[in-house]
């Protein structure tokens, strides 16, 4: 039996061969996870940011306008980019159960809405599309009931009877 082996001469490039190969898959492997963990840790932001939007509304001691500044102070403070100038950042706060009212206008038990809308491609860390595209946009939405107290009554009557 004779035994055949493969020179050393005829295999030198092979790494560089390989690594060449698979080095475009690797880079996309790499630099997708890291776009979808930036997804993921700026989609908690405005989960945070709708949630304190939320919060601030129930209370009925803001305007809309001061709510939506201070979810755009949340966000700026969390990390991303000074959102209160750009008009592609929406934060909308709402009655539901009496449209049009302001959060210091709302009655006791109303329920508040706050919904925070922002493009993914102003946050992003890379140029590439890997998981995402151009128009992505991530949004959160918060409902929250209105805590204000009803009025002491000043008056009462005792019931019928006594």
């Known amino acids: 039996m004779r035994v055949t082996s493969v020179s050393r001469q005829s ?10 190969m698979l080095l475009p898959l690797l880079l996309m492997l790499i630099l997708g996870s890291w776009e979808v963990g930036r997804l993921i840790q700026v989609s ?7 949630r304190e939007g939320g919060r601030l509304a129930s209370t009925g001691l803001l305007t809309t306008s001061q709510i939506q500044s201070a979810v755009c102070l949340y ?6 980019p000074n959102f209160s100038s ?3 950042t929406v934060v909308t706060v709402s009655d539901i159960t009496n449209p049009g009212t302001d959060p210091t206008n709302a009655a006791e038990l109303d329920q508040l ?3 925070v809308s922002i493009p993914f491609s102003s946050v992003r860390w890379i140029a590439l599309y890997l ?3 151009a128009s992505t946009q991530i949004s959160a939405t ?3 009931y209105s805590d204000k107290d009803m009025a002491y009554p000043t008056t009462y009557s005792s019931p019928a009877g006594y």
């Open 113 to 115: 809405q706050v919904t």
């Open 44 to 50: 908690e932001i405005v989960n945070n940011a709708a």
């Open 75 to 80: 966000m700026q403070q969390a990390g991303l």
């Open 142 to 144: 918060s409902n929250w």
């Open 86 to 88: 750009q008009a592609s």
């Open 131 to 133: 998981v995402t595209n």
């Open 11 to 20: 295999r030198r490039g092979i790494a560089t061969v390989e690594l060449a």
